[in-house]
């Protein structure tokens, strides 16, 4: 099979391919930077500017399935002007895809995209799968819509449409878990508000893995990507710390000073997310990772 990767250059795609080129897949990925066309071995770089309009064609051609990962980082500060460019970078990527799809001879039979996990309402113990039909009201929220929904259009081609709804991604490489540990390590480690809040998160080997089934299988819809065991921010911190061999004393940091630093981004670490795996598992998949202590030791081993 060939897969063209957008986004192929960031933490979850560089895994990505090197997944798909270990089982003697073709990667063709596209990239905002030229100089990045020449950076993943093993595949095919072509440049696009999703601002501009402008793709590079020829990345299509014997393409079967495209994965959809680029998008701006969530974790700057959200500025106005900044909160258009989260949006704009995963929607107006998608049209410009769609728009190559509709207007040139290709034989692609489905897309999988990277989806949020905001969409779904804040819970502690509620726990909610992907058939649910509520859905919170806050700025990621609305990102997560506009971006499924850049996405939903394939179908119209006649695309199988298949959208990860991603949880915290754990990889020692960049992410959250070393924002997370970095204080920890420094001995300023403290859990975030109460610590109750849900952290929905999941090992990037599986979450690799998930993209690698969804693509061999033509998966179609709507897809938790989160391990089946959520954890709360304290348990999560604690493990960290555990794992990290440190110790964690201070106390507990408020939200508002949180903030007061972030300004809205805060929401990112109070923002509570319980969510089910179970559709995967279903599905035929087997998590790797589903203690959060064994995932951060083979992490940090
Ligand atoms: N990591 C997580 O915990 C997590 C959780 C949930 C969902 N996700 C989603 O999964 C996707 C991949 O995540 P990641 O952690 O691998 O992200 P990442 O490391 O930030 O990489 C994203 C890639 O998107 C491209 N990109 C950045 N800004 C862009 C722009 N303005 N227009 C077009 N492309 C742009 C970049 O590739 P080039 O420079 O080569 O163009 C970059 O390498 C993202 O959409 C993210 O929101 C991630």
């Known amino acids: 099979m060939r897969v063209l990767i957008t986004g192929a250059t960031g933490l979850i795609g560089k895994e990505l391919v090197k997944l798909f080129l270990k089982n003697k897949h073709s990667v063709h990925y596209l990239t905002t930077s030229k100089s990045k066309t020449e950076e993943l071995p093993g595949s095919t770089g072509f440049y696009w500017n999703p601002q501009q309009g402008k793709i590079d064609e020829s990345c299509i051609y014997g393409v079967d399935v495209?994965?959809?990962?680029?998008?701006?980082?969530?974790?700057?500060?959200?500025?106005?002007?900044?909160?258009?460019?989260?949006?704009?970078?995963?929607?107006?990527?998608?049209?410009?895809?769609?728009?190559?799809?509709?207007?040139?001879?290709?034989?692609?039979?489905?897309?999988?995209?990277?989806?949020?996990?905001?969409?779904?309402?804040?819970?502690?113990?509620?726990?909610?799968?992907?058939?649910?039909?509520?859905?919170?009201?806050?700025?990621?929220?609305?990102?997560?819509?506009?971006?499924?929904?850049?996405?939903?259009?394939?179908?119209?081609?006649?695309?199988?449409?298949?959208?990860l709804r991603t949880g915290l991604v754990l990889s020692k490489d960049g992410g959250a878990l070393p924002v997370m540990a970095k204080p920890i390590i420094l001995g300023m480690g403290a859990v975030m508000g109460s610590g109750r809040q849900m952290q929905s998160w999941i090992h990037i080997d599986d979450l690799v893995r998930l993209y690698y089934r969804a693509a061999e299988q033509q998966w179609e819809g709507v897809y938790n990507?989160?391990?089946?065991?959520?954890?709360?921010?304290?348990?999560?911190?604690?493990?960290?710390?555990?794992?990290?061999?440190?110790?964690?004393?201070?106390?507990?940091?408020?939200?508002?000073?949180?903030?007061?630093?972030?300004?809205?981004?805060?929401?990112?670490?109070?923002?509570?997310?319980?969510?089910?795996?179970?559709?995967?598992?279903?599905?035929?998949?087997?998590?790797?990772?589903?203690?959060?202590?064994?995932?951060?030791?083979?992490?940090?081993?």
């Open 225 to 301: 990507a989160v391990s089946p065991q959520v954890v709360s921010n304290a348990v999560m911190t604690k493990s960290i710390a555990k794992v990290l061999k440190k110790p964690l004393f201070l106390p507990n940091v408020p939200e508002f000073v949180m903030k007061l630093v972030l300004g809205e981004m805060a929401y990112l670490l109070f923002s509570s997310k319980n969510l089910s795996a179970e559709k995967a598992m279903a599905d035929g998949f087997q998590f790797r990772f589903t203690n959060i202590d064994e995932a951060l030791r083979d992490l940090y081993s």
């Open 66 to 163: 495209i994965i959809h990962l680029a998008g701006a980082s969530i974790a700057k500060r959200w500025t106005p002007a900044y909160k258009q460019e989260i949006i704009e970078s995963r929607t107006l990527s998608a049209e410009l895809l769609y728009n190559l799809i509709r207007k040139t001879p290709h034989q692609v039979k489905q897309i999988i995209s990277a989806s949020g996990t905001a969409i779904y309402p804040e819970s502690f113990d509620k726990v909610y799968t992907e058939d649910t039909t509520e859905t919170e009201d806050s700025f990621l929220s609305q990102v997560v819509k506009k971006w499924e929904e850049s996405i939903n259009r394939f179908h119209v081609l006649g695309l199988k449409v298949c959208k």
